[in-house]
């Protein structure tokens, strides 16, 4: 099952890259997100997929699944909806003001500093 995930998360880091260096703003935003559930995925994946059973005191069970990989993913789920959230904002009042999400085009003329 590792194998699985390892090759689901190699994918979406691919696809986030490129559509990060795309000179879409929507695709680059579209990339992060992608960025940011590999990473979630990459952390479950590392905290080991295990069946087990939750870790309450008072039950007895022969394996236990950790419950720090899922807080972990959890709190950073929250954090990559903000941000994307902001980034989203952000974008729609770029395209109000300048009529384009085109990256070459919001950095504006060459010869103004």
């Known amino acids: 099952m590792e194998i699985l995930m390892a090759f689901l998360i190699g994918i979406l880091f691919m696809t986030a890259t490129y559509l990060m260096l795309s000179k879409s703003l929507l695709r680059i935003i579209i990339g992060t997100g992608l960025l940011s ?6 952390l479950l994946t590392m905290g ?4 087990g ?3 309450l ?5 022969p394996s236990y699944a950790d419950p ?6 959890l709190t950073a789920i929250v ?7 902001f980034f989203l ?12 999400d085109n990256m070459d085009r919001l950095r ?5 500093e």
Do not use: C, D, M
């Open 48 to 51: 080991g997929l295990k069946r």
């Open 89 to 100: 904002v952000v974008a729609y009042r770029a395209y109000q003001e300048l009529g384009t």
């Open 108 to 112: 504006g003329k060459e010869g103004h």
């Open 53 to 55: 059973a939750a870790p």
């Open 68 to 73: 720090l990989p899922q807080a972990l993913i």
């Open 37 to 42: 559930h590999g990473a979630h995925l990459l």
């Open 57 to 61: 005191l008072g039950e007895n069970a």
């Open 79 to 85: 954090i990559s909806f903000g941000v994307t959230a």
